[in-house]
């Protein structure tokens, strides 16, 4: 039983670990900076594949080219992060800044989630989207951790005896 807690006791530590991991990782959104992995290596060397970065929106007026900026593709599922190459009466261009040539996609201001923070984690990124796209996971770590707190609490024969105090 003992050798039971101690690598449940183990795993718990790794889980707390990794639970505040991602916590830190999402704390940004408090200040309205959204994180978003990358996932592609079309803005490599300045955003390398894996790394969580943080964008957050802002008015038309402030987009100016040079900036990286995180829109919707037409699917308004997928989320990508390039350099605005050319602004031209509401029409942006984007491209990757390892990608030969311009993004085929014209943009509007409508698209534009928001400008990138020059703040990446690197690596990061592929224990993020691990997790998000495994989240059955959350059952066996619940598990773990239910075992955790009920072992600990189990009284060992040697440690758990009442001394008379006479």
């Known amino acids: 039983m003992e050798i039971i807690k101690k690598i449940i006791h183990f795993l718990s530590n790794i889980i707390y670990i990794l639970i505040t991991l991602y916590v830190i990782i999402c704390l940004p959104m408090l200040f309205n900076y959204k994180p978003l992995v990358v996932l592609s290596g079309s803005m490599e060397p300045t955003l390398p594949t894996g790394s969580v970065i943080y964008y957050h929106p802002v008015e038309e007026s402030d987009l100016k080219v040079g900036d990286i900026v995180t829109f919707k593709l037409k699917d308004n599922k997928t989320l990508v992060s390039h350099r605005i190459t050319s602004i031209n009466n509401g029409i942006i261009q984007t491209k990757g800044d390892a990608n030969n040539s311009v993004d085929s ?62």
């Open 105 to 166: 996609l014209d943009l509007t201001y409508s698209s534009i989630m928001g400008v990138d923070s020059n703040i990446y984690i690197p690596y990061v990124g592929y224990f993020i989207q691990f997790v998000n796209e495994h989240l059955y996971l959350v059952a066996i770590v619940v598990t773990i951790l239910v075992l955790e707190f009920l072992l600990s609490n189990i009284i060992d024969d040697k440690k758990g005896d009442i001394k008379d105090e006479k």
